[in-house]
């Protein structure tokens, strides 16, 4: 392995070139290793201490690139960009293969009665606002108030859509109501995330340049990001809540799935982890960067103002997190 010679190559720069889609599909997929989710606590302080040593000009003795590496794949699957704190593990992007798809099997299997609905519905939200809460910009901060509303009011829209979807198919062709966990889910995400969020959308999030100079905030900046997440989290969603339950029912039209009823559940786990949703999860996600970029004739008119008396034109793009 190659040893740290010399801090000439920047820690913090994407390993894989973000401007291109396969660039981010490797950046995404590192980050979203599950088996990061494994390690301890202490695993993952000592890589964060190396990165910060490297940070600071200061490596152990023989230490390799490869193992710089790999503490930064630790640090950024479990630090948040923003603050540096450890984030919980279930809101962690390396906990959505396991628990996020999971719950979106179960969702896809119990879907026939109301309480099943509303259980794994409520199961799925909870999930999904700690999930929001975990990976926003948190250079905006967000009251308990505002976290609890944004939570009642994503888990209500998530159970009227679902129950009232669910009553309204009771007539309708069986695959239709199997269609039902994904509209429910559609139309949370298009409430959980900007109301988790709302504070970036009031306040505007940080922008800086391409060094990583702070110019300002930007509301607008904060709703293209915001609209980012809601569009992925959609997307990556769809195919597997509206193909799968395609798969399951004629599936389920065999004489040998009629003997497993009991196993169609964790069959279905199964087929939306590994068939679907852990390859479409990964290229999906990879649609938008973590760290996203808008130009400054598109600010608000004041931030533009701003930014073009100090400037000039040497700034043509601001860059943002817009979070996961």
Not at 84 to 97: A, Y
Not at 160 to 165: R, S
Not at 222 to 239: D, F, H, N
Request: hydrophobic share 45%; net charge positive.
């Amino acid at each position: 392995q190659e040893v740290v010679k010399d801090f000439t190559f920047d820690i913090d720069a994407p390993r894989w070139d973000q401007s291109t889609f396969m660039g981010r599909l490797k950046h995404f997929f590192n980050i979203t290793d599950c088996r990061t989710a494994l390690l301890p606590d202490s695993r993952l302080d000592e890589a964060k201490v190396l990165v910060e040593s490297f940070r600071a000009g200061s490596v152990p003795p023989g230490t390799s690139v490869e193992q710089l590496h790999y503490a930064k794949k630790l640090y950024d699957s479990a630090f948040h960009p923003d603050s540096g704190d450890r984030m919980n593990l279930i809101g962690r992007m390396s906990f959505q293969v396991p628990g996020g798809m999971a719950i979106t099997g179960f969702m896809l299997q119990f879907y026939r009665t109301v309480p099943a609905v509303v259980f794994w519905q409520w199961v799925n939200q909870s999930f999904n606002a700690l999930v929001n809460y975990t990976n926003r910009n948190a250079a905006s901060p967000i009251t308990p108030k505002q976290i609890g509303v944004a939570y009642v009011t994503a888990t209500s829209t998530a159970l009227a859509t679902a129950v009232g979807l669910n009553l309204y198919t009771k007539r309708a062709p069986p695959l239709v109501a199997r269609w039902v966990p994904f509209a429910a889910v559609a139309a949370a995400n298009c409430v959980n995330i900007p109301m988790m969020r709302q504070q970036e959308i009031l306040n505007g999030i940080a922008v800086t340049d391409e060094n990583g100079n702070k110019l300002g905030h930007s509301k607008k900046a904060a709703v293209k990001g915001i609209t980012q997440v809601v569009i992925s989290r959609i997307t990556m969603a769809a195919p597997g809540m509206i193909i799968l339950p395609i798969v399951m029912q004629r599936l389920e039209k065999y004489k040998f799935m009629q003997r497993i009823t009991f196993l169609h559940g964790p069959i279905q786990v199964m087929l939306v982890v590994f068939l679907v949703d852990l390859h479409l999860f990964l290229i999906l996600i990879s649609l938008f960067a973590s760290c996203s970029s808008m130009a400054v004739s598109k600010l608000e008119p004041e931030l533009r103002d701003s930014i073009m008396s100090q400037y000039g034109d040497q700034v043509k793009q601001v860059y943002f997190n817009k979070g996961l």
